[in-house]
Nanobody, 125 residues
Framework: QVQLVESGGGLVQAGDSLRLSCAASERISTYTMAWFRQAPGKEREFVAGITWNGGRTNYADAVKGRFTISRDNTKNMAYLQMNTLKPEDTAGYYC???????????????????WGQGTQVTVSS
């Protein structure tokens, strides 16, 4: 099973930016990739997703216009650029891979097959 490792989290102030990275242990070029987040006491929620070739993306309403998902299939990497961070963005952020050969970007966590361990993002006000 593919291993996913996130990095790039940290403690920042409101209005700052962070770029999260997700490194995969094998080729991801045919799979949808996504980022989810989970705050303490809350369910894991969809943040952003990208199709296998980057041709289509999808974002949660809460992050539209502030976050950008991208990927580099030559490096087996996915990224989440987060701008204008808000305290409510504080959460553990998880990279996910969907091992199905279609062009869907589901928002339900159970539609994804592989997960990383997560990286913490904390935004202070």
């Amino acid at each position: 099973q593919v291993q996913l490792v996130e990095s790039g989290g940290g403690l920042v102030q409101a209005g700052d930016s962070l770029r999260l990275s997700c490194a995969a242990s094998e080729r991801i070029s045919t799979y949808t990739m996504a980022w989810f987040r989970q705050a303490p006491g809350k369910e894991r929620e969809f943040v952003a997703g990208i199709t296998w070739n980057g041709g289509r993306t999808n974002y949660a309403d809460a992050v539209k216009g502030r976050f950008t998902i991208s990927r580099d299939n030559t490096k087996n990497m996915a990224y989440l650029q987060m701008n204008t961070l808000k305290p409510e963005d504080t959460a553990g952020y998880y990279c996910a891979l969907r091992r199905r050969l279609n062009n869907m970007i589901p928002i339900q966590p159970n539609e994804y097959d592989s997960w990383g361990q997560g990286t913490q993002v904390t935004v202070s006000s």
